[in-house]
């Protein structure tokens, strides 16, 4: 009897515990990249009443006997199967599709965590919005590559840059009049942005190939250079040729190697290295309408917006003209035995003993999972299968205590057997 009540106040402290469990569940069923925790029972040695015995040849064996103990904790683990994701339409809200963590601090204060909502601070660190603790990645050199074997560092944003493009390629389109004399020139004025996003004049004069009475459908062109007056031939020329129906039959645009002379401004590079196309041009009798229809220089421009590319997590400014410029890229984690982590808080884990070392790497690659701009991952937790837990809890507790009862009033009729 006496070992009755160990045995229930053993099932007592347990199914407190796991009502414990049930109730942080419950807790952080709306705790964004919150992995719910599992509990295992197991029984515990149980006290050997007789051994048993085995077969002789003139007898069975016996099976031997034992009485259990009582219950005892076996793990508490957490669950990391994948949460709901749940579209936020910020595209620094990050989640994780499959297998891996955000890693989050460096060293010591390394922190690994499911939730991704990002932001910058004051200083323009890429941080964990709830918890202001710095996300890890690459930075990307120069020349706007991404090395994913090197450490992870910090990744910071510079907001205050602009960026501009220079122009490479110009587009002619319009018409030449047929009616032009041999010798008889066009000019199309022309506007084109050096390296540092100033807009610089030029032209392109067209001559019609052929004498007065007896022109061809050969066009010469030459770029002009405007900055002076009056303008003069910069380096750059070619011929424009037509067919029969006044379209284009062949072209010969300067190679990048030879570019016009367009002077940029001061400090940018120059001359611009200009190509142009004139595929959209025609000669047909109407009257000259020759034009620049695009190009594809852009002014300086402000940044905007700081862009996390879906799948791969690359981070790039994005400006007001257009342009984008890559920052770095987001690394995630994997471990080999998830469960071995141990929870921190704010949502985090740290590498436990028997979580094997991160795996440290790009999103989409090594089992990692890839990243998902716009979305959180909810809970995982089951609030059904949760309510069904603490209704177990319940029951085994009150079953329990049960047990003390019948126990104390078997020990009651003891005593009671001297009156």
């Given at each position: 009897m006496i070992r009755s009540m160990f045995t229930a106040i053993s099932s007592l402290n347990l199914h407190q515990k796991y009502l414990d469990v049930v109730s942080n569940n419950l807790a952080n069923a709306n705790t964004t990249g919150y992995k719910s925790s599992r509990v295992l029972f197991q029984d515990q040695f149980a006290q050997m009443m007789s051994p048993g015995a085995a077969p002789s040849a003139t007898t069975g064996g016996i099976n031997p006997t034992q009485i259990g103990l009582g219950v005892g904790m076996g793990f508490v683990s957490p669950d990391f199967t994948q949460g709901t994701l749940q579209s936020t339409g910020r595209n620094l809200d990050l989640s994780i599709e499959g297998d891996g963590f955000f890693i989050y601090g460096q060293d010591a204060g390394r922190r690994y965590s499911r939730e991704g909502s990002m932001g910058l601070d004051a200083e323009g660190f890429l941080v964990n919005a709830a918890s202001g603790m710095r996300a890890q990645g690459w930075a990307a050199s120069t020349t706007g590559t991404v090395d994913t074997n090197a450490p992870v560092d910090d990744i910071q944003v510079d907001s205050t840059k602009s960026l501009a493009r220079a122009t490479g390629n110009v587009l002619l389109g319009g018409n030449l009049s047929a009616s032009t004399d041999g010798g008889g020139t066009t000019t199309v004025s022309i506007a084109v942005y050096d390296s540092l996003g100033a807009l610089q004049n030029a032209a392109v004069r067209f001559t019609r190939g052929g004498v007065a009475g007896a022109p061809t459908n050969v066009w010469t062109w030459q770029v002009m250079d405007t900055s002076v007056t009056p303008?003069?031939?910069?380096?750059?020329?070619?011929?424009?040729?037509?067919?029969?129906?006044?379209?284009?039959?062949?072209?010969?645009?300067?190679?990048?190697?030879?570019?016009?002379?367009?002077?940029?401004?001061?400090?940018?590079?120059?001359?611009?290295?200009?190509?142009?196309?004139?595929?959209?041009?025609?000669?047909?009798?109407?009257?000259?309408?020759?034009?620049?229809?695009?190009?594809?220089?852009?002014?300086?421009?402000?940044?905007?917006?700081?862009?996390?590319?879906?799948?791969?997590?690359?981070?790039?400014?994005?400006?007001?003209?257009?342009?984008?410029?890559?920052?770095?890229?987001?690394?995630?984690?994997?471990?080999?035995?998830?469960?071995?982590?141990?929870?921190?808080?704010?949502?985090?884990?740290?590498?436990?003993?028997?979580?094997?070392?991160?795996?440290?790497?790009?999103?989409?690659?090594?089992?990692?999972?890839?990243?998902a701009a716009g979305h959180l991952e909810a809970s995982n937790v089951d609030m059904a299968q949760e309510f069904t837990n603490m209704i177990l809890a319940q029951r085994g507790f009150q079953a329990s205590s049960r047990v003390i009862t019948t126990s104390d009033e078997i020990l009651q009729e003891l005593v009671n057997l001297k009156r």
């Open positions: 303008a003069v031939a910069g380096t750059g020329t070619g011929t424009v040729t037509f067919d029969a129906s006044g379209q284009i039959s062949a072209a010969t645009p300067p190679a990048v190697t030879t570019p016009a002379t367009i002077p940029g401004s001061a400090g940018s590079t120059s001359p611009i290295p200009v190509t142009f196309d004139f595929n959209g041009m025609t000669q047909l009798t109407a009257v000259t309408t020759a034009t620049i229809t695009s190009q594809d220089g852009l002014a300086a421009g402000s940044v905007t917006d700081v862009y996390v590319s879906p799948a791969n997590g690359q981070v790039s400014l994005v400006y007001s003209n257009g342009l984008t410029e890559l920052l770095g890229q987001l690394a995630l984690a994997r471990f080999t035995n998830p469960n071995g982590l141990v929870k921190s808080q704010d949502t985090t884990f740290v590498a436990g003993l028997n979580s094997g070392e991160p795996e440290i790497g790009a999103a989409s690659s090594g089992g990692r999972g890839s990243i």
